[in-house]
């Protein structure tokens, strides 16, 4: 199955009946992690600045989620009235630039994020499944003829890995483990085990054997 081998998000694996409350809660949670109301002075600067020259910052991570959103959106009612149309790259790393993501009010981006997620979701909730199973050529990971079903797929998973990259970011600013605590704790649903043996390796595992001290073994997250 075609998998992220980064965060190990599998698009097959997200049935359509799901995808409009998924895509309903991005912008809830996006501002649980990016508008925490305990967040220390100077959280605003530390979210428009980058770790590194080479990594985007937390701000610049949420503009792109938001335009991924309302794109994506614009892909899906394309290929509502167009037969497998082409769908126009959307140029991210030059939008980070070009569109001055870092200068962007955090506070309005997230609102606007609240409002592309409920947009999204109020299209997918109406889609029919032949409209899921519509088509168009999507670019991104690479040139490939895409239902829309896995359009909607594809954003969820842009939300939710860069959330994780926001949060990694912002998580230590924001004392450690309350992010964590946040989290449901009488519920969830696991939907994939990935193990990371080495750095910037993932394997996707079928069982897992998991412990309070050491996590999943023969992860190293611990390690660094």
Same mark, same amino acid.
């Given at each position: /199955? ?8 599998? +698009?097959?694996?997200?049935? *359509? ?15 649980? %992690? ?33 335009? @991924? ?11 509502? @009235? ?7 790259? /959307? ?17 309005? %981006?997230?609102?606007?994020?609240? @409002? ?30 895409? *239902? /829309?079903? +896995? ?28 992010? %964590? ?9 696991? !939907?994939? @085990?990935?193990?990371?043996?080495? %750095? ?5 595992? !079928? ?13 190293? +997250?611990?390690?660094?």
């Amino acid at each position: /199955m075609e998998h992220c081998e980064i965060c190990g998000f599998v +698009w097959e694996l997200v049935a *359509s009946a799901e995808q409009a409350s998924r895509l309903a809660e991005i912008g809830s949670a996006y501002r649980r %992690v990016l508008l925490p109301p305990d967040r220390p002075a100077g959280w605003a600067e530390r979210a428009s600045t980058r770790p590194s020259p080479e990594v985007w910052s937390a701000v610049e991570y949420a503009c792109h989620v938001r335009d @991924v959103i309302l794109t994506c959106r614009e892909r899906i009612l394309l290929a509502l @009235v167009q037969d497998t149309p082409v769908c126009a790259p /959307m140029f991210a790393d030059e939008r980070v630039l070009g569109a001055a993501y870092a200068s962007e009010d955090l506070g309005d %981006v997230v609102a606007e994020i609240e @409002v592309a997620s409920a947009l999204l979701a109020r299209q997918v909730a109406r889609l029919s499944k032949d409209q899921f199973a519509r088509t168009g050529v999507y670019g991104y990971p690479q040139s490939a003829e895409r *239902s /829309m079903a +896995w359009v909607g797929a594809q954003v969820i998973h842009e939300a939710e890995h860069h959330l994780v990259d926001i949060s990694a970011q912002l998580a230590p600013f924001a004392g450690g483990l309350e992010l %964590v605590r946040r989290a449901p704790k009488d519920c969830g649903r696991v !939907d994939l @085990v990935v193990r990371r043996p080495d %750095v910037d390796d993932r394997e996707i595992l !079928d069982v897992a054997h998991l412990t309070v001290a050491e996590g999943i073994e023969g992860d190293n +997250w611990t390690a660094g």
